[in-house]
């Protein structure tokens, strides 16, 4: 599991935590590049239970869509929530991203 992907998963897991708890279930990386950058593509699966599981969901695509939505290393170009499935008390999510290296990304 690539490093973007448990960075990803960090901030999102500290974001949710007031309100539910997320597991990484699953993550896969593949090399990405352009003229200019080289990063990665990434599909993260991700699970979220507890009893604020909607309050988690409601607030998700708020959080990585805020500018301070940063990983140290890597500027996320895009992430997005692909698909949520919803089991019980839990939510099954996939995300997918795309990170381009950067020695200078800032980190919050």
Known sequence: MSDPVKAIARRLHHCCAPFAEL?????????WHSLLFD???H?????LRG?????????LPIWIA???FTIAGHLIAEIKLVSVERRDAEAL????A???????AVSV
């Open 51 to 59: 009893e604020g599981v909607e309050r988690a969901l409601a607030a």
């Open 43 to 47: 599909r993260i699966d991700l699970r």
């Open 93 to 96: 999510l996939r995300l997918e």
């Open 98 to 104: 795309l990170t381009v290296a950067d020695s200078l």
């Open 23 to 31: 597991l990484l279930d699953h993550g896969e990386s593949e090399d």
């Open 66 to 68: 805020a500018p301070d």
């Open 39 to 41: 990063g990665g593509r």
